[in-house]
């Protein structure tokens, strides 16, 4: 045999390979934080990386897996709006987000870069705090689950421009969960850590949609947001000393033409739990 006929067998096994990864069934995908100053549980679902996605079943399935969660809150992670969508899009995804209001009461969403560099980042906010939607980067918020356990929730904005401001953000709410002695919990769109990153119980990102492409039952990843190639932070719970980072792989399945592979878009979940005594 020669050469040409072992490229055309690998590249059709590469084809094949790639073609089996293929699927786009939303998910839940679950993780347990546990953590001394968690008495009782708290359950959390995390949303990220829609980009103003239409649900060709009218968000029926992203609807039961949040119910199948039972949360106590809902964590909007940023690039829930895409910075392409034409407003027809955006308002369909606001009725998707006043649909899960109306419903979780308690909702907290932070800006990724799709909001900041569609240049309509304030408005959005706006307009989701209009509905009765937390923003976090404002401020942050001591809450109390079904269990009566209480945490708090701060979140940085994205706004590369104005790093002081938000550093200033993260730093004012770092301290103020130092000083609750409460379970604090960071949502960030992009996945990176800082000085300063050590001082939360978790973190909780999207940005990087799970890696695009990835090895069968792996979490590395090819490529993340910003055309970044092999990303350190893409999908998975991560252990820096103390903290813990989630990274979720984003929920819509249109990726500028690339397709995801073996990287099921999904609803993350997130229950704290105390520490197992024994």
């Known amino acids: ?14 084809l094949a390979f790639a073609a089996a990864g293929i699927n786009n069934t939303l998910t839940l995908k679950e ?28 968000g029926r399935a992203l609807f039961e897996l949040i119910d199948s969660a039972c949360p106590d809150c809902i964590l909007l992670g940023g ?24 419903k979780y009461r308690n909702c907290f969403y932070v800006s990724g870069n799709h909001e900041y560099e569609s240049g309509k ?29 209480k945490v708090i929730i701060g979140g940085m904005e994205y706004d590369p421009d104005n790093y002081g401001r938000i550093k200033a953000q993260s730093d004012s709410f770092s301290a103020a969960a130092q000083k609750s002695g409460l379970f604090s919990v960071l949502v960030r769109h992009v996945p990176y850590f800082t000085e300063g990153d050590e001082n939360f119980d978790l973190i909780i990102s ?12 792996s979490d590395l990843g090819v490529a993340g947001g910003g055309r970044k190639l092999f990303p ?23 990726t500028y033409l690339l397709p995801r592979i073996y990287n099921v878009p999904e609803v993350v979940k997130v229950t704290l739990q105390p520490l197992r005594r024994f």
Request: proline residues 2%; glycine residues 12%.
């Open 1 to 14: 045999m020669n050469k040409k006929y072992y490229a055309m067998i690998f590249g059709a096994a590469g």
């Open 31 to 58: 993780y347990t934080v546990r953590s001394e100053k968690i008495t009782r549980p708290f359950t959390m679902v995390f949303l990220s990386d829609v980009h103003s996605q239409k649900f060709k079943d009218g």
């Open 79 to 102: 690039d829930i709006f895409d910075k392409y969508a034409k407003p027809e899009q955006d308002g369909e995804v606001y009725r998707l987000i006043q649909s899960i209001k109306s």
């Open 121 to 149: 980042a304030a408005d959005l906010s706006q307009k989701l705090r209009a509905t009765g939607i937390s923003i976090l980067g404002d401020e942050s918020f001591v809450f109390e689950g079904a269990t009566g356990q």
């Open 206 to 217: 999207g940005h990087n949609h799970g890696g695009l492409w990835r090895f069968p039952k």
């Open 232 to 254: 350190k932070f893409v999908h998975g719970e991560y252990t820096i000393g103390n903290t813990k980072l989630i990274v979720g792989s984003g929920i819509t399945t249109s």
